[in-house]
């Protein structure tokens, strides 16, 4: 099952990010497998929030993905939605 996973950050907490980045994307390589598209939201070039695309068999799966992630102890992660997605349409056709 597909999930869109939304981000909102922090601003408070911004700072975190540079330090904690490195270890965020190697958590992300590790995760390949479920985490199938990941990357930040901007608002104004600005940090704002992040997007993941995860395939997961339930909600229950990603939230301890999410959780897992070393942005999420820092506090930089304000809030998430984690949102079942079903893919109608991708590269100019219809899937169904």
Do not use: K, Y
Not at 1 to 30: I, Q, S, Y
Not at 36 to 42: D, F, I
Not at 67 to 73: C, I, L, N, T
């Amino acid at each position: 099952m597909l999930f869109a996973v939304l981000f909102t950050d922090d601003p408070a907490r911004a700072g975190e990010r540079p330090r904690l980045m490195p270890a965020h994307l190697a958590f992300l390589e590790a995760n390949g497998t479920a985490v199938r598209a990941a990357g930040p939201l901007l608002d104004d070039e600005a940090g704002a929030g992040g997007l993941w695309l995860v395939e997961a068999p339930d909600a229950a799966a990603v939230r301890r993905l999410v959780e897992a992630d070393p942005f999420w102890p820092s506090g930089l992660r304000q809030a998430v939605r984690i949102l079942a997605w079903r893919q109608v349409f991708a590269e100019g056709r219809r899937l169904i």
